[in-house]
């Protein structure tokens, strides 16, 4: 039997979505945040070393991170998958293939890498600190934002809709792997992003994802998406 080990609010989420997508049976073991840090508790170090969420459990296996999680997942149990799920891996040397790549890296190692930052610099003014300090922090926060972390998130924003305006998913017109690995990014940029009426295909491509039965089982079971900031 898998377990999921889940972080309430995290990336983990999309790790349930595919497991319901792909109908395989598995545990949920729940862990909350901590109140006031909104970190993830001590208690996930004894599942890993790195304490962090999702974590996978199969048996005596241990799989972290969402994308070698995911490859997991399509690799034990993509033959089995309904005939729809037939392209979670696309052929190796397809186009298809080639943006499931890229897409696949892309949701961690660019996207989100701003989007945790955006998340940051909102957070850091209505945190407690002295009264005198709090100008500093807000507009040191500020002008990090203006200058560095808003037009980066809106390029992002930009580049993936215009992407999304010829694709029905993110690796063409089947869901594969990436659509599972940006569905968190997706959510987040769009929350984080501004009027979301200038990204009329990315809103168009949430969607159709939330719409799947799957993903509103998987939401079910695990919760929110989002941390509030």
């Not at 989420?13 to 049976?25: D, G, K, M, S, T």
Request: some cysteine.
């Amino acid at each position: 039997m898998l377990t999921v080990h889940h972080l309430e609010t995290s990336r983990s989420q999309r790790i349930l979505w595919l497991l319901e997508e792909l109908a395989v049976p598995y545990d949920i073991r729940l862990y909350r945040r901590d109140p006031v840090s909104r970190l993830a508790p001590a208690a996930l170090k004894q599942i890993h070393p790195l304490g962090k969420s999702p974590v996978v459990t199969d048996d005596d296996t241990v799989v972290t991170e969402s994308g070698a999680i995911i490859e997991y997942l399509v690799e034990r149990f993509g033959a089995q998958a309904p005939a729809e799920l037939a392209q979670l891996e696309p052929a190796r040397g397809t186009p298809e293939h080639r943006e499931c790549r890229f897409w696949m890296h892309y949701a961690e190692g660019s996207l989100m890498n701003w989007l945790v930052m955006k998340l940051v610099f909102d957070t850091i003014p209505r945190q407690p600190m002295p009264f005198f300090v709090r100008p500093v922090a807000r507009a040191l926060c500020t002008n990090v934002q203006q200058k560095l972390v808003n037009p980066n998130v809106q390029t992002a924003l930009a580049f993936i809709d215009g992407h999304l305006a010829e694709h029905r998913w993110f690796a063409g017109e089947h869901l594969s792997m990436a659509d599972f690995q940006m569905s968190f990014a997706v959510e987040a940029a769009l929350a984080r992003g501004g009027d979301e009426s200038q990204w009329p295909h990315l809103v168009a491509y949430r969607r159709r994802m939330q719409e799947r039965p799957a993903y509103q089982r998987a939401l079910d079971k695990g919760g929110p998406v989002l941390m509030q900031a």
